[in-house]
């Protein structure tokens, strides 16, 4: 069983910044592939960004340059580095985590387990 916990989520002002963390309790985290996504009150999930497990790295384009993930194999833990930070970002904000390569990177159901989640709120 996979667990996952993130930290990092917070207040902060429109433009600013947060590094979000997640720190998964896993045997061979390298064979993992990695998402991060988010939830508004009221909106579906969506999806933020992926890494697979060979390093590749996606984004919709709402985030596109703003955001970038990262893994620490040996640390057994995924980032996200969220840059110029508007209101429209606020959101819990979910890690996840599949080791099936068969995916979409940006679909929810391929990934099999998730954190708790972290609050993020931008204010204008």
């Known amino acids: 069983q996979v667990q996952l916990v993130e930290s990092g989520g917070g207040l902060v002002q429109a433009g600013g910044s947060l590094r979000l963390s997640c720190a998964a309790s896993?045997?061979?985290?390298?064979?993992?592939?990695m998402a991060w996504f988010r939830q508004a009150p009221g909106k579906e999930r969506e999806w933020v960004a992926t890494?697979?497990?060979?390093?590749?790295?996606y984004y919709p384009d709402s985030v596109k340059g703003r955001f970038t993930i990262s893994r620490d194999n040996a640390k057994n833990t995924v980032y996200l580095q969220m840059n110029s930070l508007k209101p429209e970002d606020t959101a819990v904000y979910y890690c996840a985590a599949s080791w099936s390569a068969d995916k979409t990177p940006g679909r929810a159901r391929d990934y099999t387990y998730w954190g708790q989640g972290t609050q993020v709120t931008v204010s204008s």
């Open positions: 896993v045997g061979t985290f390298s064979i993992y592939d």
């Open positions: 890494t697979l497990r060979g390093g590749t790295t």
